[in-house]
């Protein structure tokens, strides 16, 4: 007789790790009682969740069962984009999407784009498997430039890469700025170790162009104009020189090109920055003192101000600062933009691009996919894009210039593929929407960009329907086209495992140690640049960047005005006179959870900050419905009349799906395809608008 299938416990606890495009990356458990998941907590053991998890990822079971979850492969039978599909099996819809890619590649597989972000931050359902199939197939390559890609080229300019202070020793700053962040809403868990800090009697400063619910908190906010902040830096080098708060021991032996950088700074006055940055002059004088005398000093940057034209210079002028003050030498000093290049990740091994086997396809840049979906085949551009693969993004709603966008996936002739765990904006486009599995059941490994700690994800439940992992639908779909490479029989633990480099920053962590213990902490110093070190050519803090030069770029941090505002653009500002930026939501990451019903219920609908005299001006009353318009679209939105943005400057919160948003348009629609200084990344907080 065959012995009985295993019983299942009654209830039992699964290691996991949020998957979620957020500096926490949270250690999870996941209650499990008879196969279904039930609760999921924050790891109290684990220092930087510490039991905590935010309102959206504490409903993550809520998101999991939605009865809205696609659970089984989709086709298109309405008009592209009319959302209508009927259910057909996996088999039929992965032969005839390998077929049609199939088709293009034979012709040129060029014409095959990938299109991906951070839905899951996991490096196995990320790039692993995916970038094997695309790579072997010799599609476009894409540069995942939408989020982090200007801060990104300007902290590797100074620093060597994304490192930085390990967010733990925040509690034990003396002076924190906060700068352009919100990071109650963005970064919660380290706000954790902001107010230990405050509590201990460290000074907060948030650097802001609106009164978030961070600025609240903090001692002093300075709202200064989106896009004014490299302004802003220099100023306050202007006055550290000036008063002689320097560690010219620090600056002496670890930095490169002080003596051009002191010159550059001296033309900054603070009188000069306020008018730029539009603060009292006095709110600069004061933010240098402390900058200057109160130490340890450390600066939480984060990526809101990097979405504009001079975002990556910005980032420059800001990461030059810790190492004039000599803050790198204490751990509770210096500054946090990512911590994700301490970590040590086989990119090789995963991805695998020795499957290129020579060939250097073609890059495009996600950040203009309105465009470049439109774009005909040309000797500049290379073929048309035929077919795109989607997957952990949503590019429908958050890529800017929607009107463009949309014009783009509406095309007839594009085969459109989206592997999804909801019909977004993006998968009504598809003509094939695929399942995906959620965070709870498949496997993963992940990093961190906010802390120190390697995290494993262990599948807790049975897929849902017919969901699949990403994995493993480009497993089935390389089977298909013929790619018999070892690497595509790989498993998800196998791929994991490949994650995790032998490198002394890794220690001896091992995904199967990972996989039992949750989390384990990278071997990297408290004060890594206590004394220089830094991963850069030099070795030193760069100032002055020779890389920079030789890319034909300043080779100092440069002060770069928008591209759309009141300054660099007076003709369109007659026009369209407010600065629009579009902030995350709290209750929504990104346009995840946008569909969740408690969440979306938080959250109200789609909501912009006016201020008092610019809705007097033009007759907005508190809560009305108004359009916020510009040459490229026009949005929908209802007002909160408000002091917590400045004159001349409009807050609307991101990112509602289109189809939830009153005229099925989201603020995507006035935003442009322009690219920003360094990473070519996008400019969404740089952006003119009228509303009426
Ligand atoms: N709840 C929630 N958490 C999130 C996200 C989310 O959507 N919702 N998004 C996640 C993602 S993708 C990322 S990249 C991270 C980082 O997230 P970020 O997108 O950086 O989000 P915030 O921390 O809100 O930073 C935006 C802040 O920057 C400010 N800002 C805008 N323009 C400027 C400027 O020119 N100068 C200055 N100084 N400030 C400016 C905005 O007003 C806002 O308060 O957070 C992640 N965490
Ligand atoms: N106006 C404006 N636009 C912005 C921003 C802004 O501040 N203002 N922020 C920008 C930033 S910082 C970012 S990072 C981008 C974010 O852009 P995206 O990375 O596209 O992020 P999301 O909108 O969260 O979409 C992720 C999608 O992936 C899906 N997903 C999650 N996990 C999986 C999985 O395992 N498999 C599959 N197949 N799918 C999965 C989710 O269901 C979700 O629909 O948006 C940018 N757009
Ligand atoms: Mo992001």
Known sequence: MADPAPTQPASRTVRGACPHDCPDTCALLVTVDQGVATAVRGDPHHPTTHGALCAKVARYTERTYDPQRLLHPLKRVGAKGSGCFIQVGWEEALDDIASRLRAIADRDPEGVLPYSYAGTMGL?????????????????????????????????????????????????????????????????????????????GAKLVCIDPWRNETADKCHEHIQLRPGTDAALAYALMHELISHDWLDQNYIDHYTLGFEALRERAQQWTPERAAAVCGVPVEQIRQLAVDYGTLRPAAIRVNYGLQRVRGGGNAVRAIASLPALIGAWRDPAGGLLLSSSSHFAVDSSALERPDLLAGRSPRTINMTTIGNDLQRSTSPAFGPRIEAIIVYNSNPMAVAPDGEAVRKGFAREDLFTVVLEHFQTDTADQADYVLPATTQLEHLDV??????????????????????????????????????????????????????????????????????????????VPDAPFAQGAFPTPSGKCEFWSEREAAAGRDPLPEVLLPYESEASAPQLAARYPLALISPPARNFLNSTFVNVPSLQASEGEPLMLLHPQD???????????????????????????????????????????????????????????????????PCFYDCLIEVS
């Not at 490192?163 to 962040?181: K, T």
């Not at 390389?478 to 029989?489: D, I, N």
């Not at 009349?641 to 603020?667: C, D, E, M």
Request: with cysteine; charged share 20%; aromatic share 10%.
């Open 124 to 200: 196995v359902q990320g790039e692993a498997m995916a970038a094997r199939f695309f790579h072997k197939l010799g599609a476009s390559r894409l540069n995942r430039t939408i989020c982090s890609a200007a801060g990104g080229a300007g902290i590797d300019a100074v620093l060597g890469g994304k490192v930085g202070m390990d967010v733990e020793q925040f509690a034990h700053s003396r002076l924190i700025l906060i700068w352009g962040s919100n990071s109650i809403t963005s970064n919660l868990h380290f706000w954790t170790y902001a107010q230990r800090a405050k509590r201990a």
């Open 446 to 523: 992940h990093k961190a960009y906010g802390h120190r700690y390697w995290l494993a994800n262990n599948q807790a439940i049975e897929p849902l329907g017919e969901a699949k992992p990403n994995s493993q639908i480009f497993r089935e779909l390389a089977r298909r086209m013929g790619f018999t490479e070892a690497c595509f029989a790989e498993t998800d633990e196998q791929i994991a495992a490949h994650a995790i480099k032998a490198d002394p920053r890794n220690g001896t962590i091992t995904f199967k140690a990972l996989r039992e213990q949750g989390w384990l902490k990278l071997t």
């Open 615 to 681: 809705a007097a001006l033009r007759d907005i009353a508190d809560g009305q419905l108004a359009r916020a318009f510009n040459d490229r679209g026009s949005y929908a939105c209802r007002v909160e009349v408000s002091t917590r943005t400045r004159p001349g400057q409009v807050v609307a919160f991101g990112i509602w799906w289109r189809k939830l948003s009153p005229g099925a348009v989201n603020v995507n629609a006035l935003t442009h395809q322009r690219l920003t200084d360094l990473g070519a990344g």
